[in-house]
């Protein structure tokens, strides 16, 4: 089993609709949750960063975290052509600094149609 | 958020020939910055941990004696690829940051 599970996709939804993203992780260390969004061909953006479990809202984003279940979410809300990219999760269990290495899930790829 | 440059963002090269890949960070000093590989429609892995001052970790399966990391100042950390060969061809992204991880852009390597 890999240490974060996420659903590569594609998922395509009309503009306008709420998206969500997930991820599901097996080691429970990992108290540190980010989403990434990467388009074509460019390094990943840092979108959203929680903190053990939980909920954080960010404009139309909005990540949840339950440390219970193992899973993490990402909402988009009103979601726009420019949001179409690769969505990635990311986490660990030593903190969230630049001196800590992520483990990644494998990112969806979302398109969102106008 | 900080700021990580690389250059270049893409490099053609022929087989046997070393490529060197620069990572800056602009308006943080960094003495740890990390090198992930990516291939098409896969997620980034961690290659190594660059470590400024002192010698890089490199993660299993990854060649340290082929993938040569120097971090010679807080703002520079470069990786060379020697003796590139076509399975080396894939995008390489640094990252480093204070209290969270950003992001390079991304150097598109094709090895013909």
């Known amino acids: 089993q890999k240490e974060v599970e996420q659903d590569p996709g594609p998922l395509s939804v009309p503009e306008g609709a709420i998206v969500s993203l997930n991820c599901t992780y097996s080691n429970s260390a990992f108290q540190y949750f980010m989403w990434y969004r990467q388009y074509s061909r460019k390094g990943p953006e840092l979108l959203m960063y929680t903190y053990s479990s939980g909920n954080k809202e960010d404009g139309r984003f909005t990540a949840q975290v339950d440390k219970s279940s193992k899973y993490i979410s990402l909402f988009i809300r009103d979601s726009q052509p420019s949001d179409s990219a690769t969505y990635l999760c990311?986490?660990?269990?030593?903190?969230?600094?630049?001196?800590?290495?992520?483990?990644f899930g494998k990112g969806t790829r979302l398109s969102v149609i106008a | 958020g900080a700021v990580v440059s690389q250059h270049p963002s893409w490099v053609i090269c022929k087989s046997g020939t070393s490529v060197k890949i620069e990572c800056r960070s602009l308006?943080?000093?960094?003495?740890?910055m990390f090198w992930y590989r990516q291939f098409p429609k896969q997620s980034l892995m961690l290659m190594a941990t660059?470590?400024?001052?002192?010698?890089?970790?490199?993660e299993q399966g990854v060649e340290k004696d082929k993938f040569l990391i120097n971090h010679a100042s807080l703002t520079l950390s470069t990786l060379t690829v020697t003796s590139a060969h076509p399975e080396d061809s894939s995008f390489y992204i640094c990252s480093g940051g204070v209290t969270t991880q950003y992001f390079g852009p991304g150097t598109r390597l094709l090895v013909l």
């Open positions: 660059s470590n400024e001052g002192s010698k890089a970790t490199y």
């Open positions: 308006d943080f000093q960094a003495t740890t």
């Open positions: 990311a986490m660990s269990a030593a903190g969230a600094s630049g001196n800590t290495p992520l483990v």
